[in-house]
């Protein structure tokens, strides 16, 4: 069983976005998925709960919430399947070590804009201290601006791995959150599944799936 943590003290920067798109693009290449909402805004239940509305059965994806200290047992209870994805508040405070702790992969969403980047390094620290280094995904990006270029080269100074795939403004990905899917389930054969599918590869290599 592997746990990925993702996290960004920024709020709005992708983190449940980037939590059910690979959660979704992993189930649907045959791994079991768990996946646990650490955030009182509980953005991914209401994503799970319109599943369930689809699917009684979570669409082969399990979920539950958990309690900041309480993560870690949560996730190990999950011995049944392959990867548990964790999303967390937009905070950094003690309250998020468990969750970087227990992380085998911890994702950082950054969008293309500076202040996310600033509000970056206090989740890099953190992770740091744990002795994580994260994997930096550059969302919500806009190909071929001045901003996206800069941030993507930002990027490779920080105390994180870049991640290759960027991940552009897509509304595919805002659609198919609202009806409780992944991008890759509800638009299959466009540009967001494919950039889910490449992190998905990314996240798959670096935990050995
Ligand atoms: N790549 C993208 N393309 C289009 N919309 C996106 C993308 N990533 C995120 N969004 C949208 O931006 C908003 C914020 O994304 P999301 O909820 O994933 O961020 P978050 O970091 O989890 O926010 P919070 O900090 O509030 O938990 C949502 O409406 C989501 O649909
Ligand atoms: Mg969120």
């Not at 983190?15 to 768990?34: Q, S, W």
């Not at 552009?168 to 409780?180: C, D, L, P, W």
Request: hydrophobic content about 45%; glycine content about 10%; some cysteine.
């Amino acid at each position: 069983m592997h746990v990925i943590t993702i996290a960004q003290q920024k709020g709005g920067s992708g983190k449940t976005t980037l939590t059910v798109g690979p959660a979704t693009e992993l189930a649907r290449r045959g791994h079991r998925v768990a996946v646990i909402d650490l955030d009182p805004q509980g953005s991914l239940g209401q994503w799970f709960m319109r599943r369930l509305e689809r699917d009684p059965e979570g669409g082969g994806i399990d979920f539950s919430t958990a309690s900041a200290w309480g993560v870690g047992y949560e996730a190990r209870k999950k011995r049944d399947v392959d990867v548990v994805l964790i999303d967390t508040p937009p905070k950094i405070d003690s309250d998020l070590k468990p969750a970087l702790r227990e992380a085998d992969l911890v994702i950082v969403p950054v969008t293309a804009s500076e202040v996310d980047l600033w509000a970056t390094e206090g989740v890099l620290d953190l992770a740091a201290r744990e002795g994580k280094r994260p994997l930096a995904v550059l969302n919500r990006a806009r190909e071929g601006t001045k901003l996206t270029t800069a941030i993507k080269a930002a990027l490779a100074g920080l105390a994180a791995d870049p991640a290759e795939t960027v991940i552009a403004q897509r509304v595919a990905h805002a659609e198919a959150m609202g009806a409780g899917q992944g991008a890759c389930e509800r638009a299959r054969a466009g540009p967001a599944a494919a950039e889910i599918a490449r992190l998905a590869d990314e996240v798959a290599g670096r935990l050995g799936l």
